[in-house]
C-alpha cells in the first residue's frame, strides 16, 4: 500500500532532529531520524479511533511523545503510542468554524494553553458583519476549557468576499514566540502576539501587480473559487528560518494555462522583517510542502505523485 501524506512536521529532542509524516491510507504517524532517514517509530492511529473517524483527520507530532489529532469531532492529545490523553470540545467555535490544524499553521501549547488556527468551510457565503468578526486563533485552556478568540482578518478582507483560496491564511511562530502571518490577496505580513501589540510590514513580491485591485464575487461553489484563485496572483505560506533568524514567503504568479509553467518566487526577509531579496523557483517543487531544519537548510517536496517514496530537494538560499 502506497503512502497518501496528510501532513507532516519536525521536531527536536535532545539535540536530534526527526520528521514526523501522517499516513491517510495507513492511518498511521511514521516518525524518522531527519539526518539518518531510518524509520524510529511508526504510530497506529487505529488503536483508539474508527477508521470512519480518522476519514479526513489531521495528526502532527509537537514532540517525541505528544500527539494533536483532529477529527472534525474534537481535538485530541495523544502520546506516542496512540493512547488519548485528553479530549479537548470544540463545540463552542462561533459562524460554523473548525479548527486548522496542518503545516500551514501549527498548532502550540504554551501555559497549559492550547493555540490552534480557524478556518470556515463556508468561506464563500459569510455575510460582511460576520467576515468583520471571523477570529482565526483559538486559544482552549486544557484545565478549565475557557476558550478565548484572538485577532481576524486585515481590513482588505472585511471589504468583500475573498473566497475559500483568498482566505487561506498561514502563520509562522518567530524566536520571540510571536506569530507572523501571511495573506494570500495581501502583500503585508503582520507580526503579534496576538494580545498587546500587532505590527504591519511590508512583504511585497516584485511580481506582484496588485492583487488587492482584484477580488473574487461571491460563487456559489469550491470549484469555481479555485479556478478563479489559479488565474490570479497570490502569497502563500510564510517561514521562519530560526538558524538565520530570516524569513521566507511564498509567492505565486498568474497561472498561464495547462501547458506552461506557474512562476514562483521565495521572498526573503530579515530578522526586522525587511525584503532583502528574492527568488524564482521551478515549478516543478512544492513549496507548500516544505520544512526548515535546525540547521538552516529549507527542503521542498518534488515528484509528488511518488507513490512509494517522499522526495525532497534542498533549496539554497542566498539573499
Not at 8 to 31: P, Q
Not at 38 to 51: E, H, I
Not at 265 to 276: A, C
Amino acid at each position: 500500500m502506497y503512502n497518501d501524506i496528510k501532513a507532516f512536521n519536525t521536531f527536536c529532542v535532545g539535540g536530534k532532529e526527526y520528521i514526523t509524516f501522517h499516513d491517510k491510507r495507513s492511518n498511521t504517524l511514521n516518525t524518522y531520524d531527519l539526518l539518518e532517514r531510518s524509520l524510529v517509530k511508526r504510530t497506529d492511529l487505529k488503536k483508539n479511533f474508527d477508521p470512519k473517524s480518522l476519514a479526513k483527520s489531521s495528526a502532527l507530532m509537537l514532540s517525541r511523545d505528544s500527539i494533536i489529532l483532529y477529527n472534525y469531532e474534537a481535538i485530541y492529545l495523544l502520546n506516542s503510542n496512540a493512547d488519548i490523553i485528553q479530549t479537548i470540545n470544540i463545540s463552542k467555535l462561533p459562524f460554523k468554524l473548525s479548527p486548522k490544524i496542518n503545516m500551514k499553521c501549527m498548532p502550540f501549547i504554551k501555559d497549559n494553553i492550547l493555540y490552534f488556527g480557524l478556518q470556515s468551510t463556508e468561506t464563500l457565503t459569510h455575510k460582511k458583519s460576520e467576515r468583520k468578526n471571523l477570529p482565526l486563533v483559538c486559544a482552549i485552556n486544557m484545565l478549565n476549557n475557557k476558550t478565548t478568540f484572538y485577532y481576524q482578518y486585515p481590513d482588505i478582507y472585511k471589504l468583500k468576499n475573498w473566497g475559500y483560496y483568498f482566505s487561506n491564511y498561514s502563520y509562522c511562530i518567530n524566536e520571540k514566540k510571536n506569530l507572523v502571518f501571511s495573506f494570500p490577496a495581501d502583500s503585508s505580513i503582520y507580526e503579534t502576539n496576538l494580545e498587546t501589540f500587532n505590527i504591519e510590514y511590508t512583504g511585497r513580491s516584485y511580481l506582484d501587480k496588485g492583487i488587492t485591485g482584484k477580488g473574487t464575487p461571491n460563487f456559489s461553489s469550491i470549484t469555481n473559487d479555485f479556478n478563479s484563485f489559479s488565474q490570479q496572483q497570490s502569497y502563500g505560506q510564510i517561514y521562519f528560518n530560526a538558524a538565520s533568524g530570516y524569513y521566507l514567503r511564498i509567492f505565486r504568479d498568474i497561472d498561464a494555462g495547462p501547458d506552461s509553467q506557474r512562476k514562483k518566487s521565495i521572498v526573503i526577509l530579515d530578522k526586522n522583517l525587511k525584503v532583502i531579496g528574492e527568488s524564482t523557483i521551478e515549478d516543478q517543487t512544492y513549496l507548500n510542502s516544505a520544512f526548515i531544519n535546525s540547521r538552516g537548510d529549507l527542503y521542498t517536496r518534488i515528484v509528488n505523485k511518488d507513490e512509494y517514496n517522499l522526495n525532497f530537494l534542498r533549496l539554497k538560499i542566498i539573499p
